[in-house]
């Protein structure tokens, strides 16, 4: 028997199905505290666009990895793995229970099962593949993924340049596939995760999104896109929402016809984050609102 366990509430999901507010919730009754486990939150300069939790949601509870990077700065779900156990071992000589929050699975997977180390790469690969992105989109380097390790491809969001070109330097550059570098055997934490998703019916989850993107909309996303257009290059605007709107920006569409296919593409990326989720048979589904429901599921765990 572990003296004092320590526990890790994972709450996971597809994106517009109501995680921040169901972990605030969930929070409040642990008294403790939540990491972000979402790719794009992360970004200080990226509000509206990745629906970052509002103010007032912040001050309900502390949040971490939440507006703490620059969009210049490359960080990987390595370095993401590696700050996050750092805090949660800071964090766990307090309590006993931290939330963590988000729809990125392949950061969920960082936390939870560690990857093995990458040996350097040429920084030449990937100035190829950034160059290959300019002159011919992400649609070549998609397909190229899937060809050489088809498992990553359906883990990450293929939207996300980034994700994209570290899977695809790591596969070029060392002759292996990046899925490979995932630990065979699970790192030891010091911790028991605690899996929970979140799902409600495909038409509410539409509806959810599709409402979503309006009120970006009207919160000002157009502003925010122009905003950070100088630095569309990097890895951090590849991804769905601000590429739309660049694309309205430059003439190659209307702003209707960008937010519709924002709704499409976050459509779609919700259709994965649920396939990936499902994939991993231990995550116990509840409906957001069931909140007395998910406490008393985490309270028989750690009875």
Known sequence: MIENPKYLIIIAGPTAVGKTSTAIQVAKHFNTEIISADSRQIFMELNIGVARPSVEELAEVKHHFIANKSIDQYFSAGEYEREVI?????LFKTKNVVI??????FYINAILNGFDEIPPIDEKIREALNQQFKDFGIEPLQQKLKELDEETYNEIDIHNTQRIIRALE???????????????????????????GLNISKEQLHHNINTRVDEMMRQGFLEEAKSVINYRNHNALQTVGYK???????????????????????????????????????YNWFQPKEIKSIISFVDEVIK
Do not use: M, W
């Open 86 to 90: 750092a805090l949660l071992e800071d």
């Open 100 to 105: 963590l929050c988000g729809g990125t699975g």
């Open 170 to 196: 790591v596969c070029i550059g060392t002759q292996q596939k990046f899925s490979s570098f995932k630990r065979k055997n699970n790192v030891q934490r010091n911790f028991t995760p605690i899996k929970i």
């Open 244 to 282: 739309e709107l660049f694309d309205f920006i430059d003439g190659k569409t209307t702003l209707n016809e960008a937010v519709d296919l924002i709704k499409l593409h976050t459509r779609q990326y919700a259709k994965r984050q649920l396939t990936f989720f499902n994939k991993h048979n231990d």
